[in-house]
C-alpha cells in the first residue's frame, strides 16, 4: 500500500525491494517520511512512492504464493515443443537457458530435475530460485544471488500459480496447495550457497481439480493497485487471506460432478485446512 493511506499501527517498510524494518510512520511533509522503526528509532526518507513498500505484518504469517511458468505435461514432465518454445522467449525465466529437451519422451527418474515446474507434483517442493544477471547481454543463472524466505513457516500453506500462454496476467490461477512440512535453508554466499527450498506434505498438500480456477488477483494487491508480478518468484499471504481462498477453493470443488474418490479426498483435506485457519483467525481476533 502507499504509505500516505496507512492506519496507525506498525508496518514492515521497504525500498527498492530492500527491507528498512519494523515501525510506524510519524510524520509525512514536505516531500519527506519520517518513520520510527522499532529497533533504530526514527529515520527520515525523501517520500518517493513507486520506491517504497509497506506491507502488513501478516504477511510474516508464513503462507506464500509463488510464479510458476506454464507447463503443459500436468506439472510432472518436460514441456511439449511448443510450450518450450514459448517459454524460451520469456528472457526473464530459466526457461530461456534450460536443456529439457534431453528429456523429451523419457520417463523422469528421481533423479532428473529438467526444472521445478517439471517436477512440481512429483516431489511437492518449491523455490524461489536465484536472480539473474546479464553478462555481455546473455542470462548467467549460475552469478545470480540466490533467494532467501525469510517468512515461510512449517505448518503453513504454498500456493504455487500460473497462467496459459498469451493469457493476461490478471488470468494467473493457483495449481494446488503445498502444506509446508520441512524448509531448507543453505547459505546465500560462498561455494554451497542457494536458495531457500520448502517442501509440502504429499498427504495433506493437493494438486487441484483442473476445472477449480481460483484466480491469484482477486486476493492480492499491489502497493499501487496494479496487476502485474514484476520481480522475485514469490509473494507473502497473511493467515486471513488463505483462509478465504480455502473457502473459495472448497466452493468451486463442490460445484465439480461426478463426485470421484479423489474429489472427495482433496475436499477432506481442504476441510481440515480451513479449519486449522479459523482457529488461527479467532486467535487472531481475541489477541
Not at 77 to 85: L, Y
Not at 99 to 124: N, V
Request: hydrophobic letters at 30%; glycine letters at 6%.
Amino acid at each position: 500500500m502507499s504509505p500516505q493511506k496507512i492506519n496507525t499501527g506498525n508496518y514492515v517498510f521497504k525500498k527498492d525491494q530492500k527491507e528498512l524494518g519494523v515501525g510506524k510512520v510519524a510524520k509525512i511533509e514536505n516531500g519527506l517520511i519520517e518513520i520510527r522503526f522499532q529497533k533504530s528509532g526514527k529515520k527520515l526518507y525523501e517520500l518517493i512512492p513507486e520506491l517504497f513498500q509497506v506491507v502488513e505484518l501478516g504477511t510474516r504469517d508464513g503462507n506464500v504464493v509463488f510464479k510458476m511458468n506454464y507447463n503443459d505435461a500436468d506439472y510432472r514432465g518436460v514441456c511439449s515443443e511448443k510450450i518450450i518454445r514459448f517459454n524460451e522467449k520469456i528472457k526473464t525465466s530459466y526457461c530461456s537457458q534450460a536443456k529439457c529437451r534431453k528429456w523429451r519422451g523419457k520417463t523422469l527418474t528421481e533423479d532428473d530435475y529438467p526444472c521445478d515446474e517439471s517436477i512440481l507434483f512429483r516431489e511437492w517442493f518449491l523455490t524461489p530460485g536465484s536472480s539473474f544477471r546479464t553478462k555481455a547481454g546473455k542470462l548467467k543463472r549460475d552469478t545470480g544471488d540466490p533467494f532467501s524466505l525469510k517468512y515461510a513457516k512449517k505448518g503453513k500453506i504454498a500456493f504455487p500459480t500460473t497462467k496459459k500462454p498469451n493469457q493476461d496476467e490478471k488470468d494467473r490461477y493457483l495449481l494446488g496447495l503445498l502444506h509446508i512440512n520441512e524448509i531448507w535453508d543453505p547459505p546465500k554466499t560462498g561455494p554451497q550457497k542457494d536458495s531457500t527450498y520448502i517442501y509440502g506434505d504429499d498427504k495433506t498438500s493437493v494438486e487441484f481439480h483442473p476445472m477449480v480456477r481460483i484466480f491469484f488477483w482477486k486476493y492480492y494487491k499491489n502497493s499501487d493497485n496494479s496487476i502485474r508480478w514484476a520481480s522475485n518468484r514469490f509473494r507473502y499471504l497473511t493467515d486471513r487471506t488463505t483462509l478465504e481462498i480455502l473457502k473459495n477453493v472448497k466452493r468451486e470443488y463442490q460445484k465439480l460432478k461426478p463426485f470421484t474418490k479423489k474429489i472427495s479426498r482433496d475436499l477432506a483435506i481442504i476441510n481440515d485446512h480451513i479449519e486449522r485457519y479459523k482457529k488461527l483467525a479467532n486467535n487472531m481476533s481475541r489477541s
